[in-house]
């Protein structure tokens, strides 16, 4: 899957940027949460950890979670 995020080579939590930056989604982490690995320079990529503001749903890693 590909896609659009925002990010810059240097993003930190709480940044807002501007893009896009193409980038693939690795790895699902529950509802709202995910990794990707952006291409944020020719021949440099780097690996985030995306949470989507305005979505809540379960942490589906915690015990006795029933999502």
Known sequence: ???????PAAATAG???S?????????VID????????LVWPGMRLRY????KGIDTPET???GCKA
């Not at 509802?31 to 952006?38: E, M, N, R």
Request: cysteine-free.
């Open 1 to 7: 899957m590909l896609g659009s995020l925002l990010l």
């Open 15 to 17: 940044d807002i940027v």
């Open 19 to 27: 893009g896009p930056v193409a980038a693939s989604v690795v790895n």
């Open 31 to 38: 509802g709202d949460s995910f990794t990707a690995d952006a």
């Open 49 to 52: 950890t995306v949470r989507v």
């Open 61 to 63: 890693r915690r015990a």
